[in-house]
T-cell receptor, first 109, second 120 residues
Framework: RKEVEQDPGPFNVPEGATVAFNCTYS??????FFWYRQDCRKEPKLLMS?????NEDGRFTAQLNRASQYISLLIRDSKLSDSATYLC??????????WGAGTKLIIKP | GAGVSQSPSNKVTEKGKDVELRCDPI?????LYWYRQRLGQGLEFLIY????????KSGLPSDRFSAERTGESVSTLTIQRTQQEDSAVYLC??????????????????FGPGTRLTVL
């Protein structure tokens, strides 16, 4: 079993809609989590960090559910520019970073 | 301030040749990571440097791969006797560090633009 799992998608979503996708992790000792976005043929860019129960930044909300060992990313009022691959990362108690393979999101006009 | 830079941005080489990739981390970042990303796939961890500690080489796929870092500055990733399967984007990232008791932000990684390696 992969340590960090993500639905590869693609999620096809109309512009303006709300979309959410989850990331599950297997190590219950994971301390912190990060969401990165990666545009096609570009490097990953940090979108959001989650150190406690969640985080919110504008249209983006991350929620951590430690009991069920998943972290979600919610995007409200989606824009065409939100089209990207979203990478989930967990950090365990040894400060090892474990990367998910990413979820592809396509926002359609 | 300046971000992570990598050079070259693209490298085309013939099978069997050696290549050297360079990464300049963000100034003040003690941790440096190398990753490989094949087309359409996720990030594959290669090696991690933290200050003057022994590097974590657990992700290097074979002994053809090696990396060096001088102090807390530039790092080079060397691939000897390249194979076609080595074709990928090689990404470098840096963070403030990785240490017990530090806030999670200490571990936020910032990536360079990558080097796209094509082995013919």
């Amino acid at each position: 079993r992969k340590e960090v799992e993500q639905d590869p998608g693609p999620f096809n979503v109309p512009e303006g809609a709300t979309v959410a996708f989850n990331c599950t992790y297997s190590n219950s000792a994971s301390q912190s989590f990060f969401w990165y976005r990666q545009d096609c043929r570009k490097e990953p860019k940090l979108l959001m960090s989650v150190y406690s129960s969640g985080n919110e930044d504008g249209r983006f909300t991350a929620q951590l559910n430690r009991a069920s060992q998943y972290i979600s990313l919610l995007i409200r009022d989606s824009k065409l520019s939100d089209s990207a691959t979203y990478l989930c990362v967990s950090m365990d108690s040894n400060y090892q970073l474990i990367w998910g393979a990413g979820t592809k999101l396509i926002i359609k006009p | 301030g300046a971000g992570v830079s990598q050079s070259p941005s693209n490298k085309v080489t013939e099978k069997g040749k050696d290549v050297e990739l360079r990464c300049d981390p963000i100034s003040g970042h003690t941790a440096l990571y190398w990753y490989r990303q094949r087309l359409g796939q996720g990030l594959e961890f290669l090696i991690y440097f933290q200050g003057n500690s022994a590097p974590d080489k657990s992700g290097l796929p074979s002994d053809r791969f090696s990396a060096e870092r001088t102090g807390e500055s530039v790092s080079t990733l060397t691939i000897q006797r390249t194979q076609q399967e080595d074709s990928a984007v090689y990404l470098c990232a840096s963070s403030l560090g990785r240490a017990s008791g530090r806030a999670g932000s200490y571990n936020e990684q910032f990536f360079g633009p990558g080097t796209r390696l094509t082995v013919l």
